[in-house]
């Protein structure tokens, strides 16, 4: 009796991206800006003209885009340092999951030159901004609760405030008197 074996065969990481921008009709200069590289980069890694990235970065932001793990590229190696894991970064996935949003559509309701820093929050590399005004126009585009968010930059903004050497706890009615004011302000400009 014959065994049959099913070879597994491996997707070059450079077929992989361009099967994901094809089949997403991305075009490669929008996806260029996605992942903070140049159009004639993406180019040549599709091309096979260089070597395909093996910046942890790189690999990182590409696989975000695709909504894929960093480790389905073969040349990926897991980082030492750990990701920042963050319930606002939660919050937003979980939204966009709600809505059936794509990373790629919530990445282009923002302006280009946004859009790689946004990339860099859901990745983990960059922390929730701490500019209000920032984070609620991040959440228009799911539509997110607004008291939900103002407690996720409340908590967000202690966390700055306690890094930057104050005590919140000897400080208490100094920073519960600013996030009064700050309830106030929003709540009658919004």
């Known amino acids: 009796m014959k065994s049959k074996t099913k070879t597994i065969v491996k997707e070059k990481s450079s077929e992989k991206v361009a099967r994901f921008l094809e089949k997403n009709t991305l075009h490669k200069k929008d996806f260029a800006e996605m992942i903070g590289v140049t159009l004639s980069y993406v180019y040549n890694l599709i091309d096979e003209t ?29 980082p030492q340092e750990p990701l920042v894991i963050d319930e606002f970064v939660e919050y937003l996935k979980d939204g966009m999951k709600d809505k059936g949003m794509s990373v790629i ?5 923002f302006p ?3 859009r790689l820093e946004i990339v ?13 005004k920032e984070l609620t126009m991040i959440a228009s585009v799911l539509d997110l609760n607004h008291d939900d968010i103002y407690d996720m930059w409340e908590k967000r903004t ?17 920073v519960d008197a600013m996030f009064d004011c700050a309830k106030k302000y929003i709540k009658n400009n919004t």
Do not use: C, H, W
Request: glycine share 8%; charged share 30%.
């Open 50 to 78: 260089i070597p395909f990235s093996t910046r942890g970065t790189t690999l990182e932001r590409i696989a975000t885009v695709m909504e894929i793990e960093p480790e389905e590229f073969e040349e990926y190696k897991i």
């Open 105 to 109: 559509n919530f990445l282009k309701a």
């Open 112 to 114: 280009r030159k946004k």
């Open 120 to 132: 860099d929050v859901l990745r983990g590399s960059l922390p929730m901004p701490i500019d209000y």
């Open 158 to 174: 202690r966390q700055v405030l306690e890094t930057g050497g104050i005590n919140t706890n000897a400080n208490i009615g100094l």
